[in-house]
């Protein structure tokens, strides 16, 4: 399992109202990343994590305002929408970043996030 699904999952899983979603995923990727600033740092699978909460579209996790990345929410949400409309597919993290169409840009992690969530039952 990729690294950032793990933190996305650990942070899901260890959710309390008495810590900010922010903070929690802080919390998780230090652990995750122990001895990489940089990848404790990288901004694109938070910013889909934080998406997908933002939206309340992973269990557990109230909807509110966590994240100021549109693009990688953008991305997230077009593609939890292919996830649903193709829910006897299996996809590679690259075959669903292929899905989205964009040509231009390349994968940072995001969809391991939302295949994490996607293949643990954790998006309502």
Known sequence: MNKYAL????SAQNFKDTYSIIEIWSRSV????P???SSQEKSCP????????EEGLVKGIPKGNYTKSLKNKEYALKAIAILKQNRQTRFSPKE?????EL???R???QMDVIL???ENGLIV
């Open 116 to 118: 994490a969530f996607w």
């Open 103 to 105: 040509r231009d840009k």
């Open 96 to 100: 669903l970043w292929e899905q989205l």
């Open 35 to 37: 001895n990489s600033k």
């Open 30 to 33: 230090k652990e995750v990343f």
């Open 7 to 10: 933190t996305a999952l650990k």
């Open 107 to 109: 994968s940072n992690s």
């Open 46 to 53: 938070k910013g889909t994590f934080l998406g997908l909460c």
